[in-house]
């Protein structure tokens, strides 16, 4: 077992009388994706800057772990480490994308020629090799971005934060950011991710936190949060009429969608709720042509779990798979 690559205890932080953290547990597997989820004003961005060593903690934090060292006592130690991708682009407007690159290399102490193969390749790899001398002002939304992570790229970190990478980018250029993520996980590297979108912490995290009042209010993989929540289903269908009406009457709390001669059951899709309604199947001797589960997506845990309408849990959850 490796030490995780990130781990806080009871991570604290207020501002005057506002608590914006009030005791948070996380801990990330090295070469994993992490998401934290939370509405606007949660305190996504508070973490991050936490534990990236740009903000501190409140002294009666626990102990937070970053890279395999103390955040309080070896905070150079952990920026050697780490990259960081703001959620405000860091990208100078009035210097060209190479310079931007050159720039963030002088500031990792790189030997000029070392900073120019560095540049060279990294501008290549997030294709803006067209676009490198010309004035990053100039640039769309997702160029910006990609010049911003391939900055945050120059020193070679092991664990990088990216808050609210893909904000504000269209369809293709935010899948463009996922495959770059991607082969970043593939690489070895940690990263810590928020975001907006539960679509893209669906497709990338291996574990999601959402926040919610300062507090984790559930964690776990994307399948287990929806797990969390009512509104799971399993849908039967079937291609005779007689099959299902007695399979209507032999389950109950059934909703009927006669035009497809399909039921509906609630069910939160464990093998044992499936098993118990294929066995009641099964003794009103009918078998379905289809069964299918349906899990509800991570929108539903999300309004859930951050002040919806629908049943929240209340205990903070921790879900071990
Ligand atoms: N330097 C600061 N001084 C005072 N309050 C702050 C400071 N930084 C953040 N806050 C407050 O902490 C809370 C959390 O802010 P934070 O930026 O971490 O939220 P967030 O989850 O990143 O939100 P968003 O989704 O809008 O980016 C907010 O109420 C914010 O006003
Ligand atoms: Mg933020």
Redesign the pocket.
Known sequence: MTDPAIAANGLRKS?GD?V?LDGVDLSVPEGTVFSLL??????????VKILSTLVSPDPASGEIRVGGHDLAAEPQAIRAKIGVTG?FSAVDGLITGEENMLLMAALHHLPKRDGLRVAAELLERFDLVDAAKKPASTYSGGMKRRLDIAMTLVGDPRIIFLD?PTTGLDPRSRHTMWQIIRELVTGGVTVFL?T?YLEEADQLADRIAVLNDGRIAAQGTAEELKRLIPGGHVRIRFSDPTAYRNAASALREVTRDEEALALQIPSDGTQRDLRSILDRLHSAGVEADELTVHTPDLDDVFFALTGGTAAVPDQPKEIVG
Do not use: I, S
């Open positions: 501002y506002k914006v939370g509405p606007n004003g949660a305190g996504k961005t508070t973490a959620q609210e928020t907006q």
